[in-house]
């Protein structure tokens, strides 16, 4: 499906990022901008919302995937970049193509199960296991969990109340194992050595749309999405071919019979393929799904996004639209503790990187790239404004503004500027300081990057005072 107009536009406006860095200030959508993710799997945990995400390399003309990646937020508007907890050079016996995986929590270890083509060229799920939420997973077997040969792709799980745990997968047939307690087996007495095939029906996932490239009896393609709420399981799924949409069945057992029950989100984009993720936080409801937003976007570059949604009353979905502006910030960001520069609403012409102090920094800074983190509330005032900085170069600026940047029409407020010397490397850390004026209340800031031709410097964490 073609984009809209509004989506060329957006695409249009984007591609001028660093001559005109600003006039996309009010975006949230994507979530992720440093990188190209898909096919987005959220998880809980405690007090925070953690997406894992495949990842698109860069100017891919097909799926060229190597790892996987994880964010973090607890304000559902900035993202914190966890890097690659999982690739796969994890798994000896892998060959390519990381596609869609999710994780998920038991007792205190975390468990994320993957799709990966083996070296003899047939697809398998794998599961890798860890003590955090962000990694480093290893494999926990060894070798596969499960193949059927017949496309073992974008597996789901779910631990019901009883205990019991479940993983649907597969495109274009449907097939579920119950797992055992210890997450890295299953239950081999029932189907087929313990894998059972769900009957594709037209009564359980609507009729075919008459594919003459690739005949379907129902709508069902791919990406299942398995979970319960108030006593009723959902299976959401990308379906209709490609391009594709997000239909969802439900049952009011775990393993079916299913229910159709009709479209959610109607073909978008321009990405073909597309990926379900919910997740119910903090008392609101979120939708996942990836699209071609993103400068260079298409069905090998892909974005994820989220929307904020509702239930109807009996259970069932509203249609949901893609959004640029993403969903209300539910929380508000603490200045004066020390926050990862890596925790970004939105930015332009940055990217990110395995960071020499721990964790993650701001990588490839140049002239009018920027960063927006939204929410933040400098409560009766800063004085001063620190930051960890590393430059190979002669360094730059960061000029820090409030509610927006001052470019063409735009006026923000110009709080403070850093002056960020060169430090001897890219990876030798400074901290640098500078007075800052008139920040006070609730804003979303914004760090301009500013200096000469080429790479700047490197960033990896801020903090006021």
Known sequence: MKRSGIQKLIAGITLGLTAVCGTICFADN??????????????????????YTSHDEDKSTKYVMKDWRCYSTTDMVNWTDHGVPLSLKDFSWAKSDAWAGQCIERDGKFYYY???????????????VSDSPTGPFHDALGHLLVTTGKGDIDPTVFID????????????KLFYVKLNKDMISFD???????????????E???????????????????????????????????????????CYATSPNATGPWVFKGVIIPTEGGSSTNHPGLTDYKGHSY????????????????????????????????????????????????????????????????????????????CNIKNSSY???????????????????????????????????????????????????????????????CKIKNAKGVHDLYFKFVGEDGVLFNFDWWKFE
Not at 115 to 124: D, E, F, H, R
Not at 161 to 172: E, H, L, S
Not at 402 to 422: F, R
Request: glycine share 12%.
């Open 161 to 172: 109340d009883d205990g019991q745990a479940y993983m649907y997968w597969g495109n274009p």
């Open 188 to 202: 081999t007495s029932i189907g087929n050595k313990g894998v059972v095939e769900v009957p594709l029906t037209v």
């Open 204 to 246: 359980s996932f609507g009729p075919g749309n008459g594919r003459s490239w690739c005949k379907r009896d129902t709508l069902y393609e791919e990406g299942p999405w398995f979970y319960k709420r108030n006593g009723l399981y959902y299976l959401v799924y990308a379906a209709s071919g490609l391009p594709e949409n997000i």
């Open 371 to 433: 960063i927006k983190v939204k929410g933040v509330d400098f409560a009766k005032g800063a004085k001063s404004f620190k930051a960890s900085v590393a430059s190979e170069t002669k360094g730059g600026k960061i000029e820090i503004y409030l509610d927006n940047l001052t470019t063409g029409t735009l006026v923000g407020t110009l709080v403070g500027t850093l002056d960020v010397p060169s430090t001897g490397g890219a990876q030798e850390w400074k901290e640098k300081s």
């Open 30 to 51: 994507p979530i992720v901008q440093t990188v190209y993710t898909a096919d987005p799997a959220p998880m809980v945990y405690k007090d925070t919302l953690y997406l």
């Open 114 to 128: 993957v799709p990966v083509i083996l070296k003899n060229g047939k697809g398998a799920i794998g599961v890798a």
């Open 287 to 362: 939708f996942f799904y990836h699209n071609d937003a993103l400068p260079g976007g298409g069905s090998y570059t892909r974005s994820v996004c989220v929307e904020e949604f509702k239930y109807n009353a009996d259970g069932s979905f509203p249609t949901i639209s893609m959004s640029k502006e993403g969903p209300v910030r539910i929380g508000r960001l603490d200045p004066y503790t020390r926050t990862e520069a890596e925790t970004i609403c939105f930015s332009t012409g940055v990217k990110t990187e395995v960071c020499s102090a721990g964790g993650m920094d701001v």
